[in-house]
């Protein structure tokens, strides 16, 4: 699911980017993949870039960091 969101943020088609990334996040928070988590909450930081929307793409970034931070703490 990531590496398709990953595509389609390539092919700026950043909404489907986007659909995908949330599926990848909710799959991951299910299954408890902090990797997985950080990894896709970075790649929907860059696509909210891409698209301008600066505010939501700091979000995600410092969701990324967060995430990565408490990985490192364990």
Do not use: V
């Not at 595509?7 to 991951?28: G, H, N, P, T």
């Amino acid at each position: 699911l990531n590496r398709l969101g990953n595509l389609y943020d390539l092919m700026k088609d950043y909404d489907s980017a986007l659909e995908y990334f949330e599926k990848s996040l909710a799959l991951s928070k299910e299954l408890g993949d902090r990797k997985g988590i950080a990894g896709t909450q970075a790649d929907m930081s860059r696509t909210y870039l891409n698209k301008n929307q600066t505010e939501k793409a700091i979000a995600f970034a410092q969701a990324s960091l967060d995430t990565a931070q408490k990985m490192g703490s364990k």
